[in-house]
């Protein structure tokens, strides 16, 4: 079974080591850089998983959360939100938001890879 | 022959006996028994020192100089006790519901309690009231020397004695006169005294007559045989002499201060004045009776050149008849006594209340509050008044030597104190009368009167005959005996004629002319309408006139604006036919509903029932509510100001704090755009070292590749926090301008190929190199970097196909204008406004940058005097940088 993430990131750079990570994982990795479509491309795409930048164009991580989780077959899809900013309020937000799992930028590979199992392996046991 | 020593006697016995009736009279009226003594026959008797010495004596010596003409002065006040005791009763009531104490009180109290004409009027007075003084002692000094002719061995010396007369008069005066303040209060005392002396000089005078007609004469018929072939009994009457005669007296009773104490200040009840308005004249017709019997009879029998002045007394002495010469100077002495008492009395107050008193008030102010002992202050400067004004007369009365001089002054006088009746009786019945109006008219008149008949009268010392001949600096029409060049007039007449007609036109003018205050105003009405407002309540009806003194109460309580609305407003519903609206009691009813949002509803009450209804609250207790209400008027309007204030500091706080609030959330942007900026390469590099750290079999491609991101981001890093330094010197004023000379060509050459080095993308710079040839002063490496940034930013965002950046400078009035403009599609409208701010990155594409450029910019030119813009409607994206020329000229 193939596993798919949806990464939405405008930084090339980031979006290139993310990439190579799960790759190399087994997840077929497809990646989004504008905020304003975001939540049609993810509803498009059906991912298993999706990983989301909170400073993007157009319109900003924690919209798009918010809108997704109220689209009645997202309610359950895991989301891992990577933010650069960086403040307890943004933690606050995104919590209330309905995220899955939030990490700071800069991260560790590990974490990531953590995270995206552990999201993983809870949607799965459900 | 009676003695001397005897008549001195009789004359301290007289004396001594009015002491002891004015006291007993104010013992009694203090234990409030005596009801007699405010009976009409005392007010009537009182009014009696009309008949002064001047007219005990000068009558009969009057009578035989000129013959019938000495009737004109009884004929003047029994025309107005007869024919006008309506206006009398409107002068008493308006005096009683005033408080009046003096005629110069009630002139001041009627122009809108004007201090000015108070002490008009009481100069006035005392200049004409000092020689009446004068008179009277004169008339007793000279029957003293009547006696002492005919007693030489006597103690009699003239001087002296009109000095213990005059002294005498000031401690009766004094005495009966300052017991009390309130001139509600009245001079029982005094009045009773003066009454008797009306009885004795009547009676004196009636017993000569009666000893003259059956006595000397023997009867009634022979009497009036002598008194046809004398000169006197001619019916000789020169109209014009008449007239103004009667007139004068006329005047003179109604202004003479002293009649003024006893008419009005000294009134009981109303009512008396309709039994004085037939017992009066009844006196004076009495007091006349004999006049001519005993100037014919005393020109029979006197020796040629005797003074016929004294007749009443010569004429019984020259009988042996020595009792009742002795009565007739007891006569005479009332009369002059009375006169100067009362005189005295009525000058003090006018002296006291309106020329010391606002003196000792002004200088009281300097020293703070006035004391509580006001009331002993005013006595005093009564008493002190009635000493000055008495040793004024005895002055006068040496100065002028006793001489003939005074024989004319009680005429003088009428005519002084005559310029008083166009304001007086103008204020009783003419609204219109202003203050301004009762001055001019009073001034002119006062003028008048010293320079036509005072001043000549007085002899070549104040008057130069050349004057009187040719007129002041040979102006023959200003002749004071011939104004205008009217000759061969009476003096008395012409200066009676001319002042007061000038008088009374110079009144009218200026009372037309001016405006009244409000006190003037509602005083004018308070006068004029005296009679309405102590009339009974006749419910809300009301008169066009109330409603004029309506709109002055409502304009005071309002203000001008709002009251002439409310009442046009009024006056418009009702059909609009006059200006002020009728007062219905509709239009009544409004008014109090609009004053009580003012004044309360008590009050409005109150003020609008005194206007229309007539109650019980007087005028001031009016205006002192309007006042009032004036008062917490500016009061709350001081509290509206303050509450303004107050809730402008709040707003300004508000504004303070929603300024505070925007820096720190700008603050807090600003942070969490820099650790954005920072943590997004930190990221990559972090995510790139550890995959090539971690990761084993990477082809030496993806070496290559993820170390050349690594080393891109840490180059972005630094850029950055380049930028981050460079604007934050910049912002805090610390930076160090490093000034140098060169053109502007070479500073855009070094730009152009500093901002292109390195690049693969190909933008094109137009340039016109001669508009270029401009020199500059300025930090060249500051305004190189903002050149530098501008090309870089055309070469990033440019989107057209083949990118093109025109820079065109201009020398534009003093200052270099440069501008980058490329031919992109430029920066969206909503935008632009955006692109100076931190961080303000526009558009979608990440090119390199943190945004903080056009920033530091904007800094810069600051920095150097000048100014970055953005050019709205340029086609592509255009900026200006001005630069002031005059920058470089100063620097020097």
């Known amino acids: 079974m193939s596993r798919k993430v949806l990464l939405i990131e405008d930084e090339p750079n980031i979006a290139e080591a993310i990439r190579f990570l799960l790759t190399r994982e087994g997840w077929q990795v497809e990646t989004h850089g504008d905020g304003m479509d975001a939540v049609q491309v993810i509803q498009d795409a059906k991912p298993d998983l999706v990983i989301l930048d909170v400073m993007l164009p157009g319109k900003n991580g924690m919209d798009i959360l918010r809108d997704l989780r109220e689209l009645e077959d997202m309610q359950n899809l895991p989301v891992l939100m990577l933010t650069a900013r960086g403040q307890s309020r943004d933690r606050e937000m995104a919590e209330n938001a309905g ?25 799965s046991r459900l | 022959m009676a003695t001397l020593n005897v008549l001195i006697l009789v004359c301290l016995g007289y ?49 035989a100089r000129s013959g019938l003409e000495f009737v004109t002065i009884y004929l003047g006040p029994t025309l107005v006790m007869v024919s006008w005791w309506w206006g009398l009763r409107k002068l008493v009531r308006i005096g009683r519901s005033q408080r009046v104490t003096s005629i110069a009180d009630l002139i001041s109290s009627r122009y809108g309690k004007s201090n000015t004409l108070a002490v008009c009027v009481t100069i006035l007075a005392v200049l004409g009231g000092t020689p009446y003084i004068a008179l009277q002692l004169q008339s007793i000094t000279l029957s003293f020397s009547i006696f002492a ?38 001079h029982h005392g005094v009045v009773t005294a003066i009454a008797l002396e009306s009885v004795v000089k009547l009676f004196a005078l ?71 308005a037939w017992a009066f004249p009844l006196y004076l017709l009495l007091m006349s009776l004999f006049v001519v019997p005993i100037a014919v009879i005393g020109l029979d029998l006197m020796p040629e050149g005797s003074n016929p002045d004294l007749f009443v007394l010569t004429v019984p002495l020259s009988q042996g008849n020595d009792w009742l010469a002795m009565l007739s100077f007891i006569g005479g002495f009332s009369s002059a006594t009375s006169m100067v008492i009362v005189t005295a009395m009525a000058l003090s107050t006018m002296v006291s209340n309106h020329l010391v008193m606002p003196i000792w008030l002004n200088m009281q102010e300097g020293s703070g509050s006035v004391s509580g002992d006001v009331r002993n202050i005013v006595l005093l400067a009564r008493r002190v008044s009635i000493a000055v004004i008495m040793a004024l007369g005895y002055f006068y009365y040496s100065l002028s030597g006793g001489g003939t001089a005074l024989a004319s002054i009680g005429l003088v006088a009428f005519a002084g104190i005559s310029q008083i009746l166009p304001a007086l009786v103008g204020g009783l019945f003419w609204r219109g009368a202003t203050r301004t109006g009762a001055l001019v008219g009073l001034s002119v008149g006062f003028v008048l009167w010293i320079y036509t008949l005072l001043l000549p009268g007085m002899g070549a010392a104040w008057m130069p005959e050349t004057v009187l001949q040719n007129g002041p600096f040979g102006l023959g029409w200003l002749r004071p005996q011939a104004l205008f060049g009217i000759e061969g007039i009476d003096p008395m007449v012409h200066t009676v004629m001319w002042s007061m007609s000038l008088n009374t036109i110079a009144f009218c003018v200026a009372s037309l002319l001016s405006f009244p205050s409000p006190l003037e105003r509602l005083q004018g009405a308070q006068f004029v309408n005296v009679f309405d407002h102590s009339a009974a309540p006749r419910g809300w009806t009301g008169s066009v006139a109330q409603s004029e003194d309506l709109m002055i109460m409502t304009q005071r309580i309002l203000g001008a604006g709002p009251a002439q609305e409310f009442f046009q407003s009024e006056a418009e519903q009702q059909g609009g036919r006059s200006r002020l609206p009728e007062p219905t009691p509709g239009f009544l009813e409004r008014l109090e509903r609009e004053l009580s949002g003012s004044v309360g509803a008590a009050t409005a009450h109150a003020m609008i029932g005194q206007i229309v209804g007539g109650s019980s609250v007087s005028v001031e207790d009016l205006l002192a509510v309007a006042d009032e209400s004036a008062q917490m008027l500016e009061y709350s309007s001081q509290l509206e100001v303050k509450s303004a204030e107050l809730s402008r500091t709040a707003r300004q706080l508000r504004e303070a704090n929603t300024k505070l609030t925007q820096v720190s959330e700008q603050k807090d942007s600003f942070l969490s755009q820099v650790s954005h900026e920072l943590r997004t390469p930190m990221t990559s590099i972090r995510a790139f070292s550890e995959i090539m750290r971690d990761t084993q079999g990477l082809s030496a491609e993806e070496q290559t590749r993820y170390a050349a991101i690594i080393h891109d981001e840490a180059l972005r890093l630094t850029r950055l926090l380049d930028d981050l330094l460079d604007l934050s010197v910049l912002e805090s004023g610390q930076v ?34 001669i508009s270029e040839r401009i020199p500059l002063h300025t930090d060249l490496d500051r305004l190189g970097q903002v050149f530098i940034n501008l090309i870089s930013n055309a070469q990033k965002y440019c989107d057209a196909a083949e990118p093109v950046l025109t820079i065109s400078a201009h020398d534009v009035g003093g200052q270099v204008v440069i501008d980058f403009t ?71």
């Open chain 2, 736 to 769: 160090n301008l490093n000034m140098g000379d060169d053109s502007l060509r070479s500073v855009l050459d070094r730009a152009v190929s500093s901002a292109l080095a390195g690049t693969d993308q190909q933008l094109s710079v137009r340039r016109s190199l």
């Open chain 2, 15 to 63: 004396v001594v006996l009015l002491f002891g009736v004015a006291f007993a009279a104010d013992r009694m009226a203090a234990a409030g028994r005596g009801k007699w003594l405010r009976s009409p026959l005392i007010y009537t008797l009182s009014l009696s020192i009309y008949c002064t010495a001047w007219t005990f004596y000068g009558a009969v010596g009057n009578a």
């Open chain 2, 149 to 186: 002719e005919a007693d030489p061995s006597g103690l009699y010396r003239e001087g002296s004695s009109v000095f213990w007369v005059a002294a005498g008069l000031a401690m009766f005066a004094i005495l009966f006169g300052t017991r009390n303040l309130d001139a509600n209060e009245r």
């Open chain 2, 822 to 892: 490329d031919n992109g599609s430029g920066i969206p409208p909503e935008a632009q406004s955006m692109v100076f701010e931190k961080f303000a990155r526009v558009g979608v594409d990440k090119v390199g940058g943190a945004g903080l450029g056009l920033a530091i910019c904007r800094e810069i030119m600051q920095r150097l005097g000048g100014e970055i813009s953005y050019l709205p409607g340029q086609g592509g994206a255009a900026f200006r940088i001005s630069l002031p020329l005059a920058y470089r000229q100063a620097a020097q």
């Open chain 2, 206 to 276: 009636l017993a000569v007559g009666i000893f003259v007609v059956w006595g000397v004469a023997g009867g009634i018929g022979p009497m009036m045989d002598r008194i046809d072939a004398s000169e006197i009994g001619q019916w000789n009457v020169d109209a014009g002499r008449w007239t103004t005669f009667i007139f004068l007296s006329a005047a003179a009773f109604v202004c003479l201060p002293r009649m003024f104490q006893v008419m009005v200040v000294e009134n009981d009840d109303e009512g008396h004045l309709r039994t004085a």
């Open chain 1, 99 to 123: 995220v899955s799992r939030f990490m700071t930028k800069p991260f560790s590979n590990a974490e990531v890879l953590t995270a995206v199992r552990d999201l993983h392996a809870q949607a």
